[in-house]
């Protein structure tokens, strides 16, 4: 892991934290540091968000840098602007680290053109389920509003996986970070973490002096009990999924619709291999197997595909949320798939979007696993 | 004439005898119904092929986990039938994928009823099915609209089915908990039915008889359109109405009509690369990523709203809450009317799109 | 045209017949229901493979304008080839042809008759199912370029080009010195019969600048290769300042870029570089080749000298092969330099394989040479101490080392493997495509090895390999004639595609290319070998190997185990 | 050059076969000459092949299946060289070709023929491990899988009882025994001889008590036990006493004193032996009794460590084959020159003697048929005054693979392949 900086840029102002930001990459489109920047911004019926490519500045003033819902994945948002190439211009995107993580993922999988961007990413305090908000956005507006001004971590109102999320601040692959934490009046920072970071600030003439280490510490005890709470869920989660009768109770709902594939960032596939003809092809097999069981339920695979996105993209998976945002039967797929996503990293000791050279598991191999299937064989014939 | 079977039961447990009586005796090869799962409180479509597993099928139960008719569509290969019960929007949409050579007619013994509605997914997720299931049973004997059901149900006009091969009177029977009346009409479903002995008489049945329920669910499709401004405010109407839309892309997936396997607005066609988008970003200050969640819209309205049935599962899926079925109903119903066509009304009636009228050349002329 | 199939059982004399109901096979098949609206045609015969059996087949399938064709008998390792002939020879597409092993698999195998029986029913319904799924085959010809690139101008690369140049077929020799000649012009004498080298290489290359068929590129290094067999085109760049590149179209490339010793710093061990005195084996080859006789760096005479076999034996991890002859060479050089000088020569193992080898050892050993077998040796300048093989420690002073390094693959083998996409061995030589049945071609077919490149071996060995490479070339890469390539290959379907490469790095034959303009990836039909590695990789399923497609297997296994 | 099309291969081993199938599918005509009834040569006798220990017979089928399906490959089995003359691009070759008595075309290798002969022979092919009748394929899965009937033995053809017991049992009526002896004569343009080598043996390894010591075997021998299509279907069952041996000593360097050569290959294949035994026996103790360990290339170190660091003990002797074997009531008794540390005798129940590679038998036969020149060791010399040619001292002729001298599968095919490449130098 790099070394996190100590060093930050101090920003105090009497306006709130967004304004702040927002006063930042409105330096570095006049700096030129930057020809645009992605950010979230309000739709105009005001009951959601969208992801806007701004390249005049004037539109800036409408940025929303923190979103209190997270509707669409950053990752995919940059994903659909430069999955075709490096583009000329020079993109800054404002984006939670979950978002940051699945953008590293994608770069792997060749989906995102990482050349002329600059991760910028900030202390994200959670966000809200989507269904809670879309209920009545004037109150989630407040409830947010609420929880960036006391920068409550543990608000019980986030969505789950944001409850037991312990990456929710710096990452060594984010070129800058501003820190949300406070300080008597209201201050924040901004670090560089790598060389374009520290370009970009130089440009916007501003100069990291003032040491970081309180907010760092802030950070760590957060961490920690994100960290505790985090084991405490998985083992409820352990009982819900383990074994093939919890696992088929937990999916019961399940009504086959994909739509936790469609939200996920990862799942870039343009036709899910569950639906190609592989999988389908055998149409006219239902009736057979059929009066093999006996019965089968209608439409088939919904177990099969959710095992089978777990297996395809768990070493991937950044616990962003967006799956059980988009469950019309509101399972927790999003922490299953946390649960099961911190178990296979696991096992390779990897953990996803940390570090941009660093393969896949998926797509290479280490000659330990060669021996450890040895030691499996091995111990299967004993 | 149809020929009409009484059966001294509640309406669900007779129809349970018909569907056994026709899977023991071999005279269909399967049973395509709703069903209680192992988990106490959900349901789901299934296929059955032995009888003994028929004692937990709840075929009238007012659920639609699925659209069925879009699960009959990819069953093609069978020696007999397949008994189905779905409901009437359901056969209305597997007769629209006939059309489009989807699915055959007689791989199915398609069993309808005169449908009072159904329960939203949350009902289920709920587990409140079994505690509204006894009074919704009493709103639909007496042959209103149960208050809990989908809002699109409460708008649906067609709730008696067009072209079954039997139907099962179900709104408006207020004897349903002691006799069930299910009437046969095609030669099909008398031939399959005939060693089938309960109480056979010969009758018509009346469509006529529920015009009153029609008119009241005319009258509140009237009010539910009108919440809904799209026409006359053009793009802005389409801006503030799908600025949630996230491009899931969840409601093609359900939908029983979008049967294509690779959507246009999926394939590579709508893959800008860089160039275009810089000169968008340009010429407009700012884009929005991923883009064409309203074009998507407007094009799917386009390629299958005149044939929308109205089922309502695009509303359930969507996760932005968009009311997208009653928006695709009123659009699909405009531009079905200058065809007075009615979807899934009869397998003979083509498609709007695949033909054309000489009389249509004359409006155009006029305008 | 409808479908019609023919299903053909052999009896097999006695193996088939005798343990399978052929007539009730017959019966249950042109019964069944699944075929009633197909034209299905099937017969018994005693003798499918016999000539007449041949004859019987090619008149039924005329006869019967077949579509289709099911042969139910041996095992295709036996007889497949025969029956795809008889496709070709009767203009059936040998592709919607299908062979079901009712013999080895049912008939030998299954003791019951009616068990045996059943399972041939079903195996044959499964082929028929399959082979109705398939689609025909078309195999292409693509037309060849007889030219070859040759890089490396040492001995191997000189030997293969002489020996490929003709009129047909053009070679283009690339060197990244100045000078053709290798290692080879280095060494005073040449084993294993010590003729003299003065003019061995001298005549080659004096040999290749007279032939007009070959183009010699000095200080030029390989830029980029792309294509395939029969097809490569190749950018050769010089090296020097004016940088012109030239490109051309080869059908083959040769690979004979040679040996180096271990790199010095490795050789610190033995006090390498530490003391003037310690040499390599081939600088003492290059001071016999200049000055005729071998002398300290103050001029003097040795008058002791330790010769050290086995050096980086352990770290690279194999034996060099002809260190141990071309050490006993160097003993020659000193004995007839003068015959007090007392030689001690502290070897591991003796390597002596060729047939004369152990005699030059015997005559070396004759000559009053302390040839010491030792299990470990340590030197400090050129004070030497070492344990004999029996455990005895023992300590020597001397005036000259002379050491046997590792032999290990040039610099720049592994850029061009990275280039070429060549796999290596682990010791990092070039990895041959199989070390027996094809040990000079590699896993990219139109790309050889040859050489010290191939491995640790003396001058004949690589003269050899360069032969074979001649062999290999003028039987596969014939002037004129095409060549047919794979043709059951995988195929990418662009819609589906969303260019995240997985495949691309899956495939070992570098078969598939990424197109950026379409970012999509893309399938070289002429490279593929179908080995079906990138169909399992894809994500969203957009790969289909095309003579083994999902649909085809569901029919074939819905059969069998319905 | 009237026939330069036209190539003769005495021996179709792995090099002739190779070769063969290479000119072949450059348009050449190739007569194939082979003194057994089947071909294959040396290679299949061993199960498993080094340094990757792959199913020899596994690997070489395929090959053997393109050689005798290949148009233009004319392979003629139970048949040898007789007389040889005229230049390169046009020499007639004289061919005594053996009746087989069974036809080549109708017998589909249904082996119904072998049960019922009276007549049982010594199948010299398994190294007199195993038992043939006069009816016989040398062992299970020999390509082509057509049996001969060995004239000498068989009652009927050597006139000592009129039996049709194998004519009878036969389907096909592939079986004929009005076959005659013949002598073909044919015309090439290049001769390769890759008619392999033999193993040093015999009366020489009487000094270590093979012959009188039953439990002493020849590495062959070892092949043939090995070998899952062997007599024993790969059981090491010892000739007498105890069934498997508890502890085997592998001696190296058997004949190189005395012939004056090391062969490159024996060590390798000990290990595969050391490796063969603690793979099926994983109790028994297995000791190689060495002195140099030669692994010229660059995979065989590797596999050497393997078998170093799998518990099999190597003792180290200046000299190993001067070392006695006696018997010592049912073991054998090794005794060794005592080095400092190590034992001075071992007791084993087996000892498998590492045996040199000699030239063929037939080699000074043909030699003389070909006026080619022999080496002092009795291998075909190649040209004097070239480096790496497989040329002989006659133009046209060319020796390759163990013909020319003792060495592994992968030089004896790197030397095949260059004669293909001289050929073609040569006859255009």
């Known amino acids: 892991m790099k070394k996190i900086q100590t060093k930050g840029v101090k920003i105090s102002s009497n306006k709130d934290y967004r304004d702040s930001i927002v006063d930042i990459l409105k330096k570095m489109l006049q700096s030129k540091s930057v020809d645009a920047v992605l950010v979230p911004m309000r739709v105009p019926a005001k009951d959601s968000y969208a992801w806007i490519l701004v390249k005049d500045e004037k539109l800036l003033t409408e940025a929303d840098p923190a979103a209190p819902i997270m509707p669409i994945q950053g990752a995919r948002a940059l994903s659909s602007f430069s999955r075709k190439g490096q583009s000329m211009l020079k993109i800054a995107a404002l984006m939670r680290p979950c978002e940051i993580r699945a953008t590293i993922e994608l770069s792997k999988l060749n989906q995102v053109n990482l050349e002329n961007v600059t991760l910028i990413s900030y202390d994200c305090p959670g966000a809200l389920p989507m269904e809670d908000y879309l209920n009545d956005p004037e109150k989630g507006e407040k409830k947010f509003n609420d929880i960036l001004k006391k920068l409550d971590f543990q608000n019980k109102s986030i969505k789950p996986v944001c409850k037991i999320c312990d990456q929710f601040s710096l990452l060594p692959v984010s070129d800058l970070h501003f820190t949300l934490f406070h300080d008597q009046n209201n201050t924040m920072f901004l670090i560089a973490n790598s060389n374009r970071g520290n370009l970009v600030l130089k440009e916007i003439g501003m100069e990291a002096s003032h040491t970081v280490s309180a907010w760092a510490n802030g950070i760590q005890e957060i961490k920690d009990k994100r960290a505790a709470q985090k084991k405490g869920r998985f083992t409820q989660i352990k009982k819900m999924v383990e074994g093939f009768n919890s696992l088929l109770a937990t999916f019961s709902d399940c009504i086959g619709c994909h739509n936790c594939q469609s939200a996920c960032p990862i799942c870039y596939c343009r036709q899910c291999y569950f639906d190609s003809e592989s999988v389908t092809s055998g149409t006219d097999l239902t009736m057979l197997k059929a009066k093999k069981r006996g019965s089968i339920s209608l439409p088939q695979n919904r177990i099969m595909f959710q095992v089978g996105r777990m297996s395809h993209m768990s070493l991937s998976c950044v616990s962003c949320g967006l799956c059980t945002d988009a469950c019309p039967v509101s399972i927790p797929v999003a922490e299953i798939f946390s649960y099961v996503a911190h178990n296979t990293q696991k096992q390779f000791s990897y953990s996803s979007g940390e570090n941009k050279g660093e393969p896949i598991p998926l797509k290479t191999f280490k000659l330990e696993e060669v021996k450890g299937i040895q030691e499996l064989v091995e111990d299967a014939e004993a | ?367 | 045209m409808s479908t019609k199939i023919g299903i053909y059982i052999c009896e097999c004399g006695p193996n088939i017949a005798d343990n399978i109901n052929i007539d009730e096979v017959i019966e249950r098949i042109s019964s069944s229901e699944d075929y009633k609206n197909k034209q299905l045609i099937i017969k018994p015969y005693k003798l499918l493979c016999s000539n007449e059996g041949k004859e019987y087949l090619e008149k039924e399938i005329k006869d019967n304008e077949l579509t289709h064709l099911v042969i139910a008998a041996c095992s295709p390792r036996d007889h497949e080839i025969t029956f795809i002939n008889i496709c070709k020879k009767t203009k059936l597409n040998p592709y919607l042809y299908k062979m079901v092993n009712i013999r080895e698999q049912c008939a030998w195998m299954i003791p019951d008759k009616k068990k045996a029986t059943e399972k041939a029913i079903s195996y044959i319904k499964a082929a028929i199912n399959r082979v109705l799924h398939q689609s025909v085959l078309i195999e292409k010809q693509l037309d060849s370029n007889p030219n070859v690139l040759v890089i490396g101008g040492g001995i191997t690369g000189m030997e293969t080009a002489l020996s490929l140049a003709s009129k047909q077929r053009r070679v283009y020799l690339v060197e990244k010195n100045s000078i053709l000649g290798g290692n080879a012009q280095s060494f005073k004498n040449l084993l294993p019969r010590q003729e003299n080298n003065t003019d061995l290489v001298a005549k080659k290359i004096t040999a290749i600048q007279e032939n007009e068929n070959i183009e010699v590129f000095t200080d030029s290094k390989l830029e980029n290769a792309v294509g395939f067999f029969g097809n490569f085109e190749v950018t050769v760049k010089s090296t020097k300042k004016d940088q012109t590149a030239n490109e051309f179209v080869v059908g083959a490339i040769v690979l004979a870029t040679g040996f180096a010793l271990m790199p010095t710093e490795k050789l610190k061990k033995h006090a390498y570089g530490k003391d003037d005195n310690v040499y390599t084996a081939l600088e003492i080859e290059q001071m016999m080749k200049a000055k005729g006789k071998i002398v300290l760096k103050s001029g003097k005479e040795p008058k002791s000298v330790g010769l050290i076999h086995c050096v980086g034996r352990e770290d690279r991890g194999y034996c060099s092969r002809i260190c141990c002859n071309y050490m006993l060479k160097i003993i020659s050089y000193l004995k007839d330099q003068s015959d007090t000088i007392l030689i001690k020569d502290f070897y591991k193992d003796l390597c002596l394989p060729h047939k004369y080898d152990q005699e030059y050892f015997d005559t070396m050993a004759k000559k009053k040479v302390d040839f010491i077998r030792i299990s470990d040796i340590t030197t400090k300048k050129t004070h030497i101490t070492y344990t004999e093989v029996n455990g005895s420690k023992k300590e020597a002073d001397l005036d000259m080392i002379i050491l046997a390094p590792a032999m290990v693959p040039a610099e720049g083998t592994e850029e061009l493997a990275e280039l070429l996409n060549v796999p290596l061995h682990p010791t990092k030589f070039f990895q041959e495509a199989h070390s027996q049945l094809n040990p000079i071609g590699t896993s990219l077919e139109g790309i050889y090895i040859a050489g010290g490149c191939h491995g640790p071996q003396g001058i004949s060995e690589s003269v050899l390999q360069a032969k074979a490479v001649q062999g290999k070339i003028v039987t596969q890469l014939i002037p004129g004639e095409k060549i047919i390539p794979e043709v059951k290959v995988s195929e990418i379907i662009p819609d589906f595609c969303m260019g995240c490469q997985t495949c691309r790095e899956v495939c070992c034959y570098g078969a598939i290319t990424f197109d950026p303009e379409r970012g999509i990836c893309v399938v070289n039909e002429a490279i593929c070998r179908g080995c079906g590695n990138c169909v399992g990789s894809c994500p969203s399923g957009a790969i289909r190997a095309k003579h083994f497609t999902t649909i085809q297997i569901h029919q074939e296994m819905k059969e069998a185990i319905s | 050059m009237s026939n330069s099309n036209n190539v003769l291969i005495i021996g179709a081993g792995i090099a002739g076969m190779q070769a063969s199938l290479m000119l072949a599918k450059a348009g050449k005509k190739v007569v194939l000459v082979e003194k057994l009834p089947i071909i294959g040569g040396n290679t299949i006798k061993n199960e498993e092949s080094f340094p990757n220990l792959e199913c020899s017979t596994c690997m070489v089928a395929p090959v053997q299946q393109d050689v005798l399906q290949n148009d233009n490959i004319e392979v003629m089995t139970l048949s040898e060289v007789k007389a040889v003359n005229g230049q390169v691009g046009n020499f007639t070759v004289t061919i005594n070709k053996k009746a087989r008595y069974v036809s080549l075309t109708e017998c589909i290798g249904c082996g119904a023929c072998y049960e019922p002969c009276p007549v049982s022979l010594q199948n010299e092919w398994e190294e007199n491990l195993g038992k043939k009748k006069a009816i016989y394929v040398p062992c299970d899965g020999s390509l082509p899988n057509v049996p001969a009937i060995n004239s000498g033995h068989c009652l009927r053809l050597s006139g000592k009882k009129s039996c049709n017991a194998c004519a009878e049992a036969c389907m096909f009526g592939a079986i004929n025994f009005s076959d005659k002896d013949e002598q073909v004569k044919i015309e090439v343009g290049a001769i390769i001889i890759a008619t392999g080598f033999d193993l040093y043996g015999g009366k020489l390894l009487s000094a270590f008590g093979y012959g009188t010591l039953p439990n002493v075997y020849t590495s062959m021998e070892f092949e043939r036990l090995y070998a899952s299509n062997g007599p024993t279907s790969g059981e090491l069952l010892l000739r007498k006493g105890k069934k498997l041996p508890d502890s085997v000593a592998i001696v190296h360097c058997i004949g190189r004193k005395e012939l004056g050569y090391c062969s490159g290959v024996c060590c390798m294949y000990s290990f595969k032996y050391a490796h063969f035994i603690k793979d099926k026996l994983p109790e028994a103790t297995v000791y190689n009794i060495y002195s140099d360990i030669c692994v010229p290339n660059k995979s065989y170190q590797s596999f050497y460590n393997k078998i170093k660091d799998s518990n099999s003990t190597f003792i180290f002797q200046s000299a190993p084959d001067i070392v006695q074997i006696a018997g010592n009531n049912g073991k054998l008794q090794v005794k060794l020159t005592a080095g400092k540390g190590s034992k001075n005798s071992l007791n084993v129940d087996m000892v498998i003697l590492s045996c040199a590679l000699v030239p063929a038998k037939t080699s000074k036969e043909l030699a003389d048929i070909l006026g080619i020149e022999r080496d002092r060791k009795g291998f075909f010399q190649t040209r004097k005054g070239y480096i790496g040619t497989v040329q002989t001292s006659v133009d046209g002729i060319f020796t390759v693979g163990c013909a020319e001298g003792p060495k592994d599968i992968e030089d004896s095919v790197i030397q095949a392949e260059s004669a293909v490449g001289e050929v073609f130098s040569l006859l255009g």
Request: net charge negative; hydrophobic share 35%.
């Open chain 2, 1 to 367: 004439m149809d020929q009409v079977l009484t059966i001294k039961k509640s309406t669900e447990a007779g129809l349970i005898d018909l569907l056994t009586y026709l899977l023991k005796n071999k005279k269909v090869s399967g049973v395509c119904s709703l069903r209680k799962t192992k988990k106490q409180g959900k349901f789901d479509y299934a296929l059955i092929t032995d009888p003994e597993l028929l004692h937990d099928v709840v075929p009238l139960h007012p659920l639609m986990p699925v659209n069925a008719g879009k699960m009959l569509s990819n069953m093609i290969k069978m020696e007999m039938p397949v008994a189905a019960v779905i409901k009437p929007c359901e056969l209305r949409s597997f007769i629209e994928l006939v059309k489009r050579s989807q699915g055959k007619l007689e791989n199915f013994l398609l069993i309808s009823y005169t449908c009072g509605g159904a329960l939203p997914l949350t009902a289920t997720v709920e587990n409140k099915v079994d505690t509204m299931l006894p009074d919704y049973g009493k709103t639909v004997a007496a042959g209103n609209e149960f208050e809990h059901i989908r809002e699109i149900c409460k708008a649906c006009e067609y709730f008696v089915p067009f072209n079954a091969d039997a139907t099962v009177s179900l709104l408006g029977e207020t004897g349903a908990d002691s006799t069930c009346k299910i009437f046969l009409h095609s030669d099909k479903a008398k031939e399959i039915l005939q060693g089938f002995e309960v109480e056979k008489t010969e009758d018509e049945f009346d469509r006529t008889g529920y015009d009153q329920i029609r008119e009241r669910r005319k009258k509140y499709k009237e009010e539910l359109f009108k919440q809904i401004k799209i026409q006359d405010t053009g793009l802005d109407g389409m801006i503030d109405v799908f600025g949630r839309c996230i491009g899931c892309h969840a409601c093609s997936r359900v939908c029983p009509i979008c049967y294509c396997v690779l959507c246009d607005f999926e394939s590579s066609t709508y893959d800008y690369d860089n160039t275009i988008m810089e000169q968008e970003l340009s010429r407009k200050g700012g884009l929005r990523l991923p883009s064409d969640t309203i074009l998507y819209q407007i094009g799917r309205l386009s390629h299958m709203s005149f044939s929308c049935i109205g089922c309502g599962q695009c509303t359930e899926v969507c996760p932005s809450d968009i009311p997208v079925s009653v928006i695709f109903r009123k659009c699909g119903e405009k531009v079905a009317e200058i065809f007075e066509y009615i979807p899934g009304r009869d397998v003979n009636e083509q498609v709007p799109v695949t033909i054309f009228k000489e009389e249509e050349f004359e409006e155009i002329g006029e305008e």
